[in-house]
């Protein structure tokens, strides 16, 4: 089983501050067999203007650079946009699209994160797609929510693997993850719908940490880490959980 470990920096960091924690986690999963050797998948998001510094740090050590966001269009005359062709010319391999603070905080609707995502599969980009409910529901109400959410950002998209990132939105910033059943049956659900893209993987976020991916078991691939993983040591006892994963 391969395991999938992302982590966003989102604007926490300073520039100088996020070269240090990128040179720190560098150094750290070389130590890490299981990164060494492809059983765990680990990408790191940081902002667009630490995107190059993050390329030239993790170089050779089997880190991806993932992207917060990407422009849904092509490059021409859109002021302030970062295309997709452009994040793959630099070397980013991974674009997160559609999370919950680009929905709430700025309004990003089902039909702008599915133009984001063709846009990024089209530059040979893998989309991290961003689902989640917003209330506290049972499991079904929750199925229900990020099937409409998932299938909304696929409609008409090209072929390829994306990852699915499922992120309540009730428990992003929670002082514990969704419990372990919930998150299980709705990670389950996903994976089904993503049985027409082999290679594609769904990951748990929100309040995510030690000990949940042993909880999860084989309901997920992975997690993607915020505020948690922005300590190395942390982090570290994450990828030694996931590296000890059957």
Same mark, same amino acid.
């Given at each position: 089983?391969t395991?999938?470990v992302?982590?966003?920096?989102?604007?926490?960091?300073?520039h100088?501050?996020?070269?240090?924690?990128?040179?720190a986690?560098?150094?750290?999963?070389?130590?890490?067999? @299981?990164?060494?050797?492809?059983?765990?998948r680990?990408?790191?998001?940081?902002?667009?203007?630490q995107?190059?510094?993050?390329?030239e740090?993790?170089?050779?050590?089997?880190?991806?650079? =993932?992207?917060?966001?990407v422009? @849904?269009?092509?490059?021409?005359?859109?002021t302030?946009e970062?295309?997709?062709?452009?994040?793959a010319e630099v070397g980013?391999?991974?674009? $997160?699209?559609?999370?919950a603070e680009?929905?709430r905080?700025?309004?990003e609707?089902?039909?702008?994160?599915?133009?984001?995502?063709? =846009?990024a599969?089209?530059a040979?980009?893998?989309?991290?797609i961003c689902v989640g $409910?917003?209330a506290? $529901?049972?499991?079904?109400?929750?199925?229900?929510?990020?099937r409409?959410?998932?299938?909304?950002?696929?409609d008409?998209?090209?072929?390829?693997?994306?990852?699915?990132?499922?992120?309540p939105v009730w428990?992003?910033?929670?002082?514990?993850?969704?419990?372990?059943d919930?998150i299980s049956?709705?990670?389950?659900?996903?994976?089904?719908?993503?049985?027409?893209?082999?290679?594609?993987?769904?990951?748990?976020?929100?309040?995510?940490?030690?000990?949940l991916l042993?909880?999860?078991?084989?309901?997920?691939?992975?997690?993607?880490?915020?505020?948690?993983?922005?300590?190395?040591?942390r982090?570290?006892?994450v990828?030694? $959980?996931a590296? @000890?994963?059957?």
């Amino acid at each position: 089983m391969t395991t999938t470990v992302g982590v966003s920096l989102k604007t926490y960091f300073s520039h100088g501050d996020a070269l240090a924690w990128m040179t720190a986690v560098a150094e750290l999963v070389r130590g890490v067999e @299981a990164v060494a050797s492809g059983t765990v998948r680990v990408f790191v998001a940081p902002t667009f203007l630490q995107i190059p510094a993050a390329v030239e740090t993790f170089a050779g050590t089997g880190v991806a650079v =993932a992207a917060q966001d990407v422009s @849904a269009h092509p490059a021409g005359a859109f002021t302030g946009e970062v295309t997709a062709a452009e994040l793959a010319e630099v070397g980013v391999a991974v674009v $997160e699209i559609g999370h919950a603070e680009r929905r709430r905080l700025f309004g990003e609707t089902d039909a702008e994160v599915a133009a984001k995502t063709s =846009a990024a599969l089209r530059a040979g980009l893998t989309p991290l797609i961003c689902v989640g $409910e917003t209330a506290h $529901e049972d499991a079904a109400a929750a199925i229900s929510a990020v099937r409409a959410q998932l299938d909304a950002a696929l409609d008409g998209a090209p072929a390829g693997p994306v990852i699915v990132a499922y992120e309540p939105v009730w428990a992003i910033g929670a002082p514990t993850p969704a419990p372990a059943d919930h998150i299980s049956a709705v990670t389950r659900a996903l994976r089904t719908a993503l049985g027409a893209r082999p290679d594609s993987a769904v990951v748990y976020g929100g309040s995510a940490g030690p000990g949940l991916l042993t909880a999860l078991g084989d309901a997920v691939d992975g997690l993607f880490l915020g505020r948690f993983a922005h300590d190395p040591a942390r982090l570290a006892e994450v990828l030694r $959980e996931a590296g @000890a994963r059957p």
